[in-house]
T-cell receptor, first 114, second 113 residues
Framework: AQSVAQPEDQVNVAEGNPLTVKCTYS??????LFWYVQYPNRGLQFLLK??????LVKGSYGFEAEFNKSQTSFHLKKPSALVSDSALYFC????????????FGKGTTLSVSS | EPEVTQTPSHQVTQMGQEVILRCVPI?????FYWYRQILGQKVEFLVS????????KSEIFDDQFSVERPDGSNFTLKIRSTKLEDSAMYFC???????????FGSGTRLTVV
């Protein structure tokens, strides 16, 4: 069965500093990996995905993530954090099979201070 | 940009009542999903639906729950005999296929009193 671990409940960074939100996964076969963001009282908003190809994927709002197969990780990064990036971030994994569901991690709250 | 639409945005129901949560997925998508989130915590998978049948369901999705695509556009989640612990935000999502991300609706906040 597939699973996702987000080891940090909260990440605190100062505005302008780089940020990393960690994610590791477990899945049979090749994974499809996703990051979603949730602002307060809002739905889940797609940020980026890794399906195949380049290990470094770029997404919305300047975010990027690096797929590392040997470490089974897919950490979310941004070179320079903004206060408006403060939100709840979810990593998700899907097995490479039709019909299998996207499974989410427990989420990491990112807090960017000015 | 195409959206997944969910109605109502907020529903309050008495314990033991039945509720139906409605979703209109993106029109050319083939895969449909329901998830729930309790108090801004983990997003939990409930069920996936493809080709007019359930393709996968979680342990949460017991006999209390059912899904239906009654008219080719709506996708509904029915919860029979609601319990207090069913209070959560319920998200509908749709996808065009295996390699695509899911597009989520803005959710229905269900409060069982």
């Amino acid at each position: 069965a597939q699973s996702v671990a987000q080891p940090e409940d909260q990440v605190n960074v100062a505005e302008g500093n780089p940020l990393t939100v960690k994610c590791t996964y477990s899945v049979s076969g090749n994974p499809y990996l996703f990051w979603y963001v949730q602002y307060p009282n809002r739905g889940l908003q797609f940020l980026l995905k890794y399906i195949t190809g380049d290990n470094l994927v770029k997404g919305s709002y300047g975010f990027e993530a690096e797929f590392n197969k040997s470490q089974t990780s897919f950490h979310l990064k941004k070179p320079s954090a903004l206060v408006s990036d403060s939100a709840l971030y979810f990593c998700a994994v899907k097995a490479n099979q039709a019909g299998t569901a996207l499974i989410f991690g427990k989420g990491t709250t990112l807090s960017v201070s000015s | 940009e195409p959206e997944v639409t969910q109605t109502p945005s907020h529903q309050v129901t008495q314990m033991g009542q039945e509720v139906i949560l409605r979703c209109v997925p993106i029109s050319n998508h083939l895969y449909f999903y329901w998830y729930r989130q309790i108090l801004g915590q983990k997003v939990e998978f409930l069920v996936s639906f493809y080709n007019n049948e359930i393709s996968e369901k979680s342990e949460i999705f017991d006999d209390q729950f059912s899904v239906e695509r009654p008219d080719g556009s709506n996708f509904t989640l029915k919860i029979r005999s609601t319990k207090l612990e069913d209070s959560a935000m319920y998200f509908c999502a749709s996808s065009g296929g295996t390699i695509y991300g899911y597009t989520f609706g803005s959710g229905t906040r269900l409060t069982v009193v």
